[in-house]
T-cell receptor, first 109, second 115 residues
Framework: GEDVEQSLFLSVREGDSSVINCTYT??????LYWYKQEPGAGLQLLTY?????DMKQDQRLTVLLNKKDKHLSLRIADTQTGDSAIYFC?????????FGKGTMLLVSP | DAGVIQSPRHEVTEMGQEVTLRCKPI?????LFWYRQTMMRGLELLIY????????DSGMPEDRFSAKMPNASFSTLKIQPSEPRDSAVYFC?????????????FGPGTRLTVT
């Protein structure tokens, strides 16, 4: 990957939907990923999407990919306080990943 | 599996001292990655190994940093001499070859503070 950009912060209320956005520049990216980092922990793979897909749904998570605009989003339905964490977008055309700086999601009760 | 294991979890040292960070990847994983995370620069890839061989070390900041992988189950990242600007959280991650190559599993990290 070359460059991955994310907004730094998102605040939502419990029960609302959260949408975290990401843009990337490397058109050769094969997979795009969402990782979650809870305080004091390492990154954990949440979900990923293959570059020839437009959408992937996994329980409360929906990933949308607009390859033309190089835009990736992660929607979390019915956001819970336990979803509060930093979410990283990453792309990987090869054996390595390029990560964004992460979006801090704060869920208030 | 216990996941990726890193030690120590926290390290506080004085400027000029040598620091060694350790990592045990998930058994059977062929790739091992070292990352550094800071507020300013985010997550940076320092170096990665495939089958114990360093493939790309272009992310290593300078000669003070070195990494080794003597066998499939152990890797070290050494900083000598350490400087305050090396303060960061250092993560080790591993992945397996094939269809799951891109699924990296991270350790809990080592928080390094250099005073």
């Amino acid at each position: 990957g070359e460059d991955v950009e994310q907004s730094l912060f998102l605040s939502v209320r419990e029960g609302d939907s959260s949408v975290i956005n990401c843009t990337y520049t490397d058109s050769s990216s094969t997979y795009l990923y969402w990782y979650k980092q809870e305080p004091g922990a390492g990154l954990q793979l949440l979900t990923y999407i293959f570059s020839n897909m437009d959408m992937k749904q996994d329980q409360r998570l929906t990933v949308l990919l607009n390859k033309k605009d190089k835009h990736l989003s992660l929607r979390i339905a019915d956001t819970q306080t336990g979803d509060s964490a930093i979410y990283f977008c990453a792309d990987g055309p090869g054996s390595t990943l390029t990560f964004g700086k992460g979006t801090m999601l704060l869920v208030s009760p | 599996d216990a996941g990726v294991i890193q030690s120590p979890r926290h390290e506080v040292t004085e400027m000029g001292q040598e620091v060694t960070l350790r990592c045990k990847p998930i058994s059977g994983h062929d790739y091992l990655f070292w990352y550094r995370q800071t507020m300013m620069r985010g997550l940076e890839l320092l170096i990665y190994f495939n089958n114990n061989v360093p493939i790309d070390d272009s992310g290593m900041p300078e000669d003070r940093f070195s990494a080794k992988m003597p066998n499939a189950s152990f890797s070290t990242l050494k900083i000598q001499p350490s400087e305050p600007r090396d303060s960061a959280v250092y993560f080790c991650a591993s992945s397996e070859t094939g269809a799951k190559l891109h699924e990296q599993y991270f350790g809990p990290g080592t928080r390094l503070t250099v005073t």
